[in-house]
């Protein structure tokens, strides 16, 4: 079967899969592995604040290792969308920030930490606009083309507009991830 460790995921996609042999696994395994067997949002557990959050969306037959965090929803429907909002400058802001405070230690993303950032649910407009967002990061191979970086900028002029933020609260924002991110993941 299928499986991914936090290093195959990147933002809006997978970097490398890998596979897992079931019948080696013991029944309190396969038992685990069973309770995430749905569409879910998988994250890197690890977030380090020159890299930020990486999340993308798995199906139901892909399994993770430990060194991700699983999240399931009860309705779909907003499945891209808080893959979208995990992967922004405002949830990567957020946990830099507000829940790290700017630490220069790796950090963990599971439901301590993730469960702070703050949700706003978007209208159906939004959210049609966030899904082929979304479509179009997925599809795109290299995720740290001009072309990627493109899309993404305008996921978060989206987000940004979802929640409300003035132009200050914007260049808090971007200024603020700029001078601590990598350039490789600010598009440089």
Not at 25 to 39: A, D, Q, T
Not at 89 to 112: E, G, P
């Amino acid at each position: 079967m299928t499986c991914y460790r936090g290093d195959s995921i990147q933002r809006f996609g997978i970097k490398y899969p890998l596979y897992l042999d079931s019948s080696m696994l013991s029944s309190s395994e396969i038992n685990k592995l069973n309770r995430v067997r749905s569409k879910k949002i998988i994250v890197q557990n690890i977030c380090s604040r020159e890299g930020g959050i990486f999340a993308t969306v798995s199906k139901p037959e892909e399994v993770s290792l430990d060194t991700v965090t699983n999240i399931t929803l009860e309705e779909n429907e907003y499945l891209e969308y808080f893959t979208a909002l995990l992967n922004s400058k405002i949830s990567n802001f957020f946990m830099i920030f507000v829940v790290y405070l700017n630490s220069n230690f790796a950090m963990h993303t599971d439901k301590t930490y993730i469960g702070e950032i703050p949700i706003i649910i978007p209208t159906k407009e939004q959210l049609w606009i966030i899904n082929d967002i979304f479509n179009k990061l997925s599809s795109i191979h290299n995720k740290y083309s001009s072309e990627f970086f493109e899309e993404y900028g305008r996921l978060n002029k989206v987000l940004y507009e979802i929640y409300k933020l003035t132009n200050e609260d914007i260049l808090v924002i971007e200024e603020s991830l700029k001078d601590i991110m990598s350039k490789k993941q600010n598009g440089g």
